[in-house]
């Protein structure tokens, strides 16, 4: 019985602490492009999507230190939330919600330029081997 209550208890204590480590565990990541011209970096944490470089300042719609909130009206909390909507869309321009100097504003961001980062079609995986032939029976 004591051994039960004292399992109980510490079960009751990780179930209890479970949210206060998950709080810890980051969430990160980079989208770097470069080509001849031009040059983007993107990065996330914990949900916040931050554009770091952008060369030149007007291709990419964004600008160097602006936090990207939504994309044609979608929240953003990862890169691939940017990625997905701007390299896919068939229109053009897409409406992007960024924090910019402590002020919200939505800049109409060229799809074409994104499309460049990240292509529309990922290629598909390659064909896995095909298996080894089995071996003829003698008679």
Do not use: C, K
């Not at 209890?16 to 709080?23: D, N, V």
């Not at 916040?48 to 044609?72: H, K």
Request: hydrophobic share 40%; aromatic share 2%; proline share 11%.
């Amino acid at each position: 019985m004591r051994q039960t209550r004292i399992a109980t208890l510490l079960l009751t204590l990780l179930l209890a602490s479970a949210p206060a480590l998950a709080a810890r565990q980051t969430d990160t990541a980079r989208l770097e492009w470069r080509d001849t011209d031009h040059h983007l970096v993107v990065d996330a944490s914990n949900g916040i999507v931050r554009v770091t470089t952008t060369e030149p300042d007007s291709y990419f719609g964004v600008r160097s230190g602006d936090r990207i909130l939504r994309v044609d009206g979608r929240p953003v909390r990862g890169i691939n939330d940017v990625t997905d909507v701007l390299a896919r869309s068939s229109r053009t321009r897409l409406p992007v919600t960024v924090l910019r100097r402590g002020s919200e504003a939505t800049v109409e961001v060229n799809t074409a330029a994104w499309r460049n980062v990240v292509p529309a079609n990922p290629p598909a995986p390659p064909a896995p081997p095909a298996p080894p032939a089995a071996p003829s029976p003698r008679g």
